[in-house]
């Protein structure tokens, strides 16, 4: 049976569902859980960071564009963090043993590295569904950990309504720009 269980969460809508799945699999084996958020460029909703080499001709201008770009990393990384927290508090008065950790870096080294660290007999983590070029381009992070991770791994695939509901965010966003 599973003693530790890691849990990769980001942000996205399927972090939830992650969650209530490593929970469950603590509670009816009564394993500790590690919760871990991977701060990367990668996630949704991460800054973007800015292109100063057009400001050269503006002195100060570049400086205020990081320190925008700086104030903007510093929120993502304390939502990140509150995540964090409030599935901590959850899973602890579910009675599971319960720890978290935000590392910053390449989520898929980050994730078997702290895997083999702490030991873990399982995996969870969600996939995003990226596939083709973006796969190409972009990589998969729950590919790499599939490949690479000291213990066996449980992928979660976005539930068909989320991803219906995403879509047509997507597209509502889509329309109001244009």
């Given at each position: 049976m599973f003693k530790k269980i890691l849990v990769a969460l980001d942000r996205s809508q399927i972090g939830q569902h992650v969650f209530e799945e490593a929970l469950g699999l603590a509670k009816l084996t009564q394993a500790s859980l590690m919760l871990l958020h991977v701060l990367s460029p990668e996630e949704e909703g991460s800054p973007y960071l800015p292109m100063l080499s057009n400001f050269d001709y503006y002195p100060g201008l570049g400086s205020q564009r990081f320190e925008?770009?700086?104030?903007?990393?510093?929120?993502?990384?304390?939502?990140?963090?509150?995540?964090?927290?409030?599935?901590?508090?959850?899973?602890?008065?579910?009675?599971?043993?319960?720890?978290?950790?935000?590392?910053?870096?390449?989520?898929?080294?980050?994730?078997c590295d702290l895997a083999h660290s702490y030991g873990a007999d399982l995996i969870v983590m969600g996939r995003r569904g990226r596939s083709g070029l973006a796969e190409l381009f972009l990589g998969s992070v729950s590919n790499y950990v599939l490949h690479h991770a000291p213990c066996s791994v449980h992928i979660m695939h976005l539930p068909v309504t989320l991803k219906t509901d995403e879509v047509v965010k997507e597209a509502t966003s889509t329309l109001n720009v244009n």
């Open positions: 925008l770009y700086q104030k903007h990393w510093d929120e993502f990384k304390n939502q990140g963090i509150q995540m964090l927290q409030s599935f901590c508090t959850e899973a602890t008065t579910a009675g599971v043993t319960t720890e978290f950790t935000q590392n910053i870096g390449n989520p898929g080294r980050i994730i």
